[in-house]
């Protein structure tokens, strides 16, 4: 072994030794935890193999199954979203999701929602304008049902 000097700021060799085999035994214990783990997240995923393997037996494909769990997570983090908005903000969030339908959910609508909210031009207005031109009667009465009250009245006239 080194020598180490003690003196001022300096362990003696018996106390360092001592902090080298407790880290050292640390170690291999943060390692044995480690494999523990792992170990459990392997039979976890066992399990869900075989889960998914019965469901395909049954005729449920397993892309879907995880498309429906995934849809799930998603709604639950929108949910989470939305509760953390004041009162006012949450209603028009609601508003807006009932109007647009899944389309909110998408990337592209998220922009459509959010130029919407910041800008009120003519061109905006124009498409909106055709696209309430192009609805079904039941989609029209779903995209009133969400509008503002300031515009309903507006609505009708389309």
């Known amino acids: 072994m080194a020598r180490v000097l003690e003196g001022r700021n300096r362990t003696n060799p018996d106390e360092m030794a001592s902090f080298v085999d407790k880290f050292e035994e640390l170690e291999k214990e943060k390692l044995r935890e480690k494999m523990s783990y792992m170990e459990r997240c392997r039979r976890i995923q066992t399990q869900i193999n075989e889960l998914l393997d019965d469901a395909k037996d049954q005729g449920l494909p397993k892309n879907v199954l995880k498309g429906v769990v995934k849809a799930r997570e998603f709604e639950r983090k929108a949910d989470a979203v939305m509760e953390a908005l004041e009162d006012d903000a949450q209603a028009l969030?609601?508003?807006?999701?009932?109007?647009?339908?899944?389309?909110?959910?998408?990337?592209?609508?998220?922009?459509?929602?959010?130029?919407?909210?910041?800008?009120?031009?003519?061109?905006?207005?124009?498409?909106?304008?055709?696209?309430?031109?192009?609805?079904?009667?039941?989609?029209?009465?779903?995209?009133?049902?969400?509008?503002?009250?300031?515009?309903?009245?507006?609505?009708?006239?389309?």
């Open 93 to 158: 969030f609601k508003d807006i999701r009932q109007a647009l339908g899944d389309f909110a959910d998408l990337p592209l609508g998220a922009a459509a929602v959010e130029r919407e909210e910041t800008s009120d031009d003519d061109r905006t207005a124009a498409i909106v304008g055709a696209v309430k031109d192009d609805m079904t009667e039941d989609e029209q009465a779903a995209w009133d049902k969400a509008a503002p009250k300031a515009d309903a009245a507006a609505a009708k006239v389309h």
